[in-house]
DNA sequence: AGAGCCATGTAAAAAGTTACATGATTCG
DNA sequence: CGAATCATGTAACTTTTTACATGGCTCT
């Protein structure tokens, strides 16, 4: 016996990622692929060409609209906007209890469990390597704390800038984490 | 004018983790569904339906070759093992240097960005969720910790053992990470 | 005899990346 | 005026997931 096909959508994660931040505010697929790549980044992210047809995509199934502006004399850019339908998926999306998702992969890690494979020299060359780009990157996020004014939001009210925080602060502390392994596991290899 | 099309191909990850497995010892495709849906959980996973058509490829591209062993009277099984030429690439993927990954995706982070379109109550309850959840996934990771042999091996030589250990340590040190963060946030959430 | 696991595949779709493609604006 | 950035798309491909599909083995 054959079964028929079921069409099923996926999370569509994208989706309501992109309706979150148009609720924030009305932007451009321009302004929504910086936001993506510069804010969102450390948890989510996404290039021009998924934004672009997700748009599209969200503007057919009528949760956004756009309204067309020119930029100097020729340019035309589609401005954004949620409609009440895109506000309701949204907050739907958002109060839906989620079960834990497959721990993220992580190519490093992988190879670390290939360790043996390895000289110790290179071991040592690769972990040293990680480290310093870790080192990098936690030094950005600290200082996007330093210099954004959520220092004063702390145990403050809920504003959209308390969602920047926290997330930025789970950054840090995560990317503290993967240094501290780093250097634990340099240190147990050292000694032997 | 038109520019040639360029084949790439991207990552093979999966291809090389792959090799790495059966590079450790001879195994079916169902053996490594168990062994990447049960050991490699924490940083690398792959479903039988990715597996068995990667397994083809690896075949053709003469990286690993097998030998039909039967189970019982009739059921055919295919026992892989790595070619030397799947042993240079293995060793070649391994000690290349990798620049960091894209930090990983996680819907609950993305949610918490907008926490201010949901209720103290809401969001407190979303919390404690997670943090129910991912307590019962530190307490399986420690267990496993406890039970394995790992411990006598900690300074000591590097065998194969070394590398699940490792990686076991850095993923029991990541989830404390996570839970530290959701115990903050809660923290802060309920004094204001 | 039936449940649960062992064992191997393919098809279709969703999600994401890289490359192709074009043109306007801004600022130094 | 040139470089960087703003702005919007499509095509081709890789990667991953979900569903379809089949059948043997083991243990109770």
Redesign the interface.
């Known amino acids: 016996m054959k079964y028929r096909k079921v069409m099923v959508d996926g999370?569509r994660?994208l989706k309501h990622?992109i309706l979150?931040v148009i609720?924030r505010e009305a932007m451009t697929g321009y302004d929504l692929m910086k936001v993506f790549n510069l804010e969102?980044?450390?948890?989510?992210?996404a290039k021009h060409s998924q934004i672009y047809p997700e748009l599209k995509k969200l503007t057919d199934e009528g949760l956004i609209t756009y309204e067309t502006v020119l930029q100097g004399e020729k340019l035309e850019k589609k401005l954004y906007s949620i409609t009440e339908a895109g506000k309701e998926a949204?907050?739907r999306w958002?109060?839906k209890?989620?079960?834990?998702?497959?721990?993220?992969?992580?190519?490093?890690?992988?190879?670390?469990?290939?360790?043996?494979?390895?000289t110790?020299e290179?071991i040592l060359?690769?972990f040293h390597?990680?480290l310093d780009?870790?080192k990098e990157?936690l030094e950005k996020l600290e200082t996007t704390m330093i210099e954004h004014p959520y220092a004063r939001i702390?145990?403050?009210?809920?504003?959209?800038l308390?969602?920047?925080y926290?997330?930025l602060?789970?950054?840090i502390?995560?990317e503290?984490?993967?240094i501290?392994?780093l250097l634990?596991?340099i240190k147990?290899i050292e000694?032997?």
Chains 1, 2 share one sequence.
């Open positions: 999370m994660t990622a979150g609720n969102l980044v450390n948890f989510w992210y949204f907050l958002l109060s209890q989620d079960l834990l998702e497959p721990t993220p992969k992580d190519i490093f890690r992988l190879k670390v469990y290939f360790i043996e494979s390895m110790k290179d060359k690769q390597y990680q780009l870790r990157k702390i145990s403050d009210v809920i504003s959209p308390y969602g920047d926290i997330v602060k789970g950054a502390m995560r503290r984490t993967y501290d392994w634990e596991c147990e000694n032997c």
